[in-house]
């Protein structure tokens, strides 16, 4: 197992781990029936039934797998 020489400090440490940030995910706006719905691109969509089933995926208006 590898067992770093010296000790970090408290500085080095902190300014490595100021660096991790959070990213707002990518969101595309589309309009359905009227309502301006948020949703990630390049992934299948789920399509439900009016009692909330879910029913298939669909990708580009096309179905793509069973749900």
């Known amino acids: 197992m ?3 020489k010296r ?3 408290r ?3 902190r300014h490595r781990r100021s ?3 959070a990213s707002t995910p ?3 706006k589309t309009v359905e029936n009227g ?3 948020y949703s990630q691109p390049h992934q299948a969509k789920l399509v439900t039934d009016s009692a909330g ?3 298939f995926y669909e990708y580009k208006g096309r179905k ?4």
Do not use: E, F, G, Y
């Not at 793509?64 to 749900?67: L, P, Q, R, W």
């Open 64 to 67: 793509v797998a069973d749900a």
């Open 7 to 9: 000790k970090k400090s």
């Open 2 to 4: 590898a067992v770093p």
């Open 26 to 28: 990518h969101l595309v």
């Open 53 to 55: 089933t879910a029913l």
């Open 35 to 37: 309502r301006v719905v």
């Open 19 to 21: 660096q991790w940030k």
């Open 11 to 13: 500085a080095n440490t």
